[in-house]
Structures are given as structure tokens and as C-alpha cells.
């Protein structure tokens, strides 16, 4: 990053709301006999600052609309940016990759002006996905 980058140092509380439009990837479908993405998943979504874990929510089964209401807190020092992933939980083996979203500390930081917090809906590039 830039020296003129800022940087987040703070307290980072960040709700998840939900998720909407949800589609398995291929990966995901390469033994499923649904080719067609009408397979539901068993989502869940990572929050992370730089690359570290702050948080999991719970897995939600055989659903694409997943809501959450879940709420996860922490003490930021020198944060460049929050990743959102969703993962498909499976059985046996690594739990699928579905989508992410990451969220630059400075945009956040420029779109809250002068208030100490930034509230809002963000939704992500990849289609569907929306948190809170």
C-alpha cells in the first residue's frame, strides 16, 4: 500500500445479515447430478481483517438464501481490509470456495466522512451476495 493509504486502528464490529442468490460453483458440482446449479449448499461466511480470521458464522443447511444475524467484534490495528468468503460446509474433505467480498478500510473510512462509524449495506461484485 501507498504512504498515503490510511489505515483502520480501532474497534471493527461487523454484522452479517445474509446472503441471497447463492450458486454452487463447478468444483462444487463435479459429482452432482445437479449440473444445472439448482443444488442447495450448506453456507457458511469467514470474516477477516488482512488475512486473519475474526470470525465464523454458523452453517446454514440446503439453503441459497442464507440469513444470519450474527455479530463479530474486533480490535483493529493497521487494518488495510475486511474480506467476506462463503464457503459450502461438506462432509469429507475441504469445504468449497462460493464467493468473497473485500472490503478496503480506506473506501469504508472515506464513505463515513466524519462519523466514528460506518453503517450501511454492502453488496458485493459477485451476484447475490449482500451483508450488512
Given at each position: 500500500?501507498?504512504?498515503?493509504?490510511?489505515?483502520?486502528?480501532?474497534?471493527l464490529r461487523v454484522?452479517?445479515?445474509?446472503?441471497?442468490?447463492?450458486?454452487?460453483?463447478?468444483?462444487?458440482?463435479?459429482?452432482?447430478?445437479?449440473?444445472?446449479?439448482?443444488?442447495?449448499?450448506?453456507?457458511?461466511l469467514t470474516v477477516?481483517?488482512?488475512?486473519?480470521?475474526?470470525?465464523?458464522?454458523?452453517?446454514?443447511?440446503?439453503?441459497?438464501?442464507?440469513?444470519?444475524?450474527?455479530?463479530?467484534?474486533?480490535?483493529?490495528?493497521?487494518?488495510?481490509?475486511?474480506?467476506?468468503?462463503?464457503?459450502?460446509?461438506?462432509?469429507?474433505?475441504?469445504?468449497?470456495?462460493v464467493a468473497n467480498?473485500?472490503?478496503?478500510?480506506?473506501?469504508?473510512?472515506?464513505?463515513?466522512?466524519?462519523?466514528?462509524?460506518?453503517?450501511?449495506?454492502?453488496?458485493?461484485?459477485?451476484?447475490?451476495?449482500?451483508?450488512?
Amino acid at each position: 500500500m501507498s504512504s498515503g493509504t490510511m489505515k483502520f486502528n480501532g474497534y471493527l464490529r461487523v454484522r452479517i445479515g445474509e446472503a441471497v442468490g447463492l450458486q454452487p460453483t463447478r468444483w462444487s458440482l463435479r459429482h452432482s447430478l445437479f449440473k444445472k446449479g439448482h443444488q442447495l449448499l450448506d453456507p457458511y461466511l469467514t470474516v477477516s481483517v488482512d488475512q486473519v480470521r475474526v470470525g465464523q458464522t454458523s452453517t446454514k443447511q440446503k439453503t441459497n438464501k442464507p440469513t444470519y444475524n450474527e455479530e463479530f467484534c474486533a480490535n483493529v490495528t493497521d487494518g488495510g481490509h475486511l474480506e467476506l468468503a462463503v464457503f459450502h460446509e461438506t462432509p469429507l474433505g475441504y469445504d468449497h470456495f462460493v464467493a468473497n467480498c473485500t472490503l478496503q478500510f480506506q473506501e469504508l473510512l472515506r464513505t463515513a466522512g466524519t462519523s466514528d462509524t460506518f453503517e450501511g449495506w454492502v453488496t458485493s461484485q459477485v451476484k447475490g451476495l449482500q451483508y450488512l
